[in-house]
């Protein structure tokens, strides 16, 4: 499944980052805010925000967010690292 997001044009331009960075960005703080809320595991929100896992972790402290690491996470990171990704 994929999904498309409409963000308005008038509200995309409002977002203070150039231009090109705009999709990366909201990608991003998409990312945070799911991971955040526990909607998403770790590796899936590192996958949504186009980093790598070394980005990804460095984002995240540099922004103080709490880590939250279960079993299952575990299990997920290891199928996904699997995988190639």
């Known amino acids: 499944m994929s999904i498309t997001l409409d963000i308005p044009p008038h509200i995309a331009e409002s ?3 150039p231009p ?3 999709e990366p960005r909201l990608r991003l703080e998409l990312a945070i805010a799911l ?5 998403l595991t ?3 929100a590192c996958a949504l925000a186009g980093l790598t896992r070394a980005e ?4 995240l ?3 103080q967010v709490p880590r939250h690491y279960a079993d299952a ?6 199928a996904y690292g699997q ?3």
């Open 15 to 17: 977002v203070r980052v």
């Open 20 to 22: 090109q960075e705009v």
């Open 35 to 39: 991971y955040t809320q526990d909607l």
């Open 42 to 44: 770790s590796a899936k």
């Open 56 to 59: 990804w972790e460095t984002t």
């Open 61 to 63: 402290g540099k922004r």
């Open 73 to 78: 996470d575990l299990a997920e990171d290891l």
């Open 83 to 85: 995988r190639g990704q």
